[in-house]
């Protein structure tokens, strides 16, 4: 458990536990500013990558909040953070977000980056009250076809 806890019941455990659909049931429930479901196997393949950058916060042996991140050895990379709504407010983001930056730190990652979309107040909200501020870079992105075998 990290210091810093929100409550006595919260235990945080890193690395692949379960199946992805526990950490996408709770990013399903957070609604707003995370998509769930259709990036199942990408997510899988993200976690055996970094799994020490998975985390997942639970209360009473139910997941409440969980967070991805990835190093490419230049920048780390905050994705996915939700937090059940009925846990929000209680400081559970931060204290997992904290937990993934000393996980960033024991790595030698100088600096993390992560994308919020515009309409997200909330997420904008609770990235600035972390210190994280928005730069003038702008995201460019291209879908890849799949070669067909
Ligand atoms: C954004 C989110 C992760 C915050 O989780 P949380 O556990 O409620 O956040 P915390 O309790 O650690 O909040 C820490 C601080 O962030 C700010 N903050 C958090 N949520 C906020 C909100 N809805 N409005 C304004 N400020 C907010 C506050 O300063 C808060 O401190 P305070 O409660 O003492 O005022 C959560 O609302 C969520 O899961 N949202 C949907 C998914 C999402 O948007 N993820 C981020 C994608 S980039």
Known sequence: MGSGAPDQESA???GPRGPSSLAIAVAGAAEEGVESGKTDSAEDTRRARDPELFLVAEAYSDVVAVVMGTYDGRRGWILRLAVHPAHRRQ???GWLVHELENRFRSLGCPRVNLLVMPDNLAGLRFWQALGYLPLPD??????????TT
């Open 12 to 14: 945080l455990e890193a």
């Open 91 to 93: 400081g559970i983001a």
């Open 138 to 147: 702008v995201l460019c992105s291209k879908p890849l076809q799949q070669a």
